[in-house]
Structures are given as structure tokens and as C-alpha cells.
């Protein structure tokens, strides 16, 4: 089956600053790679994804790239807001496969 | 569309009671998934559904969790005696092959 690392956190910035979150995965084939994040006391919601290698998802300033030859799909964002504090969450996989989430990484942006 | 509906939000019962979560996937969705949440195990896949089928429900921690499908528009997940432990967020996700999973609100079920 798939399975997916990435840090835990809390991973604490200065609003403005520069984010990266790093995720690597292991699955069986190529799997689609999805982003979810998780504000407090809310589900899940798709933040963006990527289909095949090579391509790059984005929303909200955020971007992440399918890296096949590294099984990376780490999240950046140039910027970020107070309102981006939440939970993040790396998942291969999608449809008939389900999707594989980790622990997720807490992100907390001090004004 | 309302997006993935649960029942209830928020649920306390005593140990030994019978909890049932319930969930309304969106309209043409045929995959089915039931998710638990803790804090200590993350996110883990319990069972998932394929057109009302369960497919796999090996993440289903023990017998005292059975999980049903009898039609496209609604899902149960019933804990049958409940104990502390099951105490966690139980989230219901609906999606169409090769697509993303829209989730919902989840329930946060509390085990005294």
C-alpha cells in the first residue's frame, strides 16, 4: 500500500514569511498526489494536486510539484498569512485506492 | 450540491452503549470512505465503499465496528459496544474514480 512522511510539526513563521513543507511517499504505481489542509474543527479540504509527474498544482499562493524521480511532492508558499495557520496533509493516492494520510504538519504564523 | 453530510457533529455516550455515525455522500459520487481521527494515529483509513460495496475494510479496528451502505445517498458506522479508546473525530469522505475526496464535517465521538 502507500504511505507518506512528512514532519509533524508545529511548524511555527512570521506571517510573511517563506514556507516549505516537505513530503515524500511510497506507493505502488504513480499515484495521483493531493495537498489537503484541516482549519480547526473542520474536515478536510482539498488544497491542490497533481496528476503525473512533472506537474505542478496551486491554489491560494501555495504550489507543489510531482517529483516522480525523488517520490516528493513538498508544499510551498511565498508568503504566508496568519489566516494560513491550520493543519496540512500530504496523500497519495485518490479513488478506487483511497487516500494515504500521515499525522499531517500543524502550521502556526505569528502576526 | 451541500457537499458530504454527517451526523451527528458531536455525539457523548457512556461505555458499553451502541454509537451509530451516519453520512450523506454527494450525488454521484461512487466511493465511499470512513476515516478516524486521533491525535496519536493520525488519519486512518477504517473501511471504504465501491457503488455500495465494501471493498476493503481492513483498517476496521476490531468486530465491535461494522459499517453498511444500503443505498448511494447514505452510510452508517456503527460501534457496538463503545469503549473509551473509540473516542476520536470520524470523518465520511465521497469521491468519483481518479479524483479528489471531498470530506465532511466529521463527528467527534466522546466515549465516557
Known amino acids: 500500500g502507500n504511505s507518506v512522511t512528512q514532519m509533524e510539526g508545529p511548524v511555527t513563521l512570521s506571517e510573511e514569511a517563506f514556507l516549505t513543507i516537505n513530503c515524500t511517499y511510497t506507493?505502488?504505481?504513480?499515484?495521483?498526489l493531493f495537498w489537503y489542509v484541516q482549519y480547526p474543527g473542520e474536515g478536510l479540504q482539498l488544497l491542490l494536486k497533481?496528476?503525473?509527474?512533472?506537474d505542478k498544482g496551486s491554489n491560494k499562493g501555495f504550489e507543489a510539484t510531482y517529483r516522480k524521480e525523488t517520490t516528493s511532492f513538498h508544499l510551498e508558499k511565498g508568503s504566508v498569512q496568519v489566516s494560513d495557520s491550520a493543519v496540512y496533509f500530504c496523500?497519495?493516492?485518490?479513488?478506487?485506492?483511497?487516500?494515504?494520510f500521515g499525522k499531517g504538519t500543524h502550521l502556526i504564523i505569528q502576526p | 450540491d451541500a457537499g458530504v453530510i454527517q451526523s451527528p457533529r458531536h455525539e457523548v455516550t457512556e461505555m458499553g452503549q451502541e454509537v451509530t455515525l451516519r453520512c450523506k455522500p454527494i450525488?454521484?459520487?461512487?466511493?465511499l470512505f470512513w476515516y478516524r481521527q486521533t491525535m496519536m494515529r493520525g488519519l486512518e483509513l477504517l473501511i471504504y465503499?465501491?457503488?455500495?460495496?465494501?471493498?476493503?475494510d481492513s483498517g476496521m479496528p476490531e468486530d465491535r465496528f461494522s459499517a453498511k451502505m444500503p443505498n448511494a445517498s447514505f452510510s452508517t458506522l456503527k460501534i457496538q459496544p463503545s469503549e473509551p479508546r473509540d473516542s476520536a473525530v470520524y470523518f465520511c469522505?465521497?469521491?468519483?474514480?481518479?479524483?479528489?475526496?471531498?470530506f465532511g464535517q466529521g463527528t467527534r465521538l466522546t466515549v465516557v
Open positions: 469522505a465521497s469521491s468519483s474514480l481518479d479524483r479528489e475526496a471531498f
Open positions: 506507493a505502488t504505481g504513480y499515484p495521483s
Open positions: 497533481a496528476t503525473k509527474a512533472d
Open positions: 496523500a497519495p493516492g485518490g479513488g478506487a485506492d483511497g487516500l494515504t
Open positions: 450525488s454521484g459520487h461512487d466511493y
Open positions: 465503499f465501491n457503488n455500495n460495496v465494501p471493498i476493503d
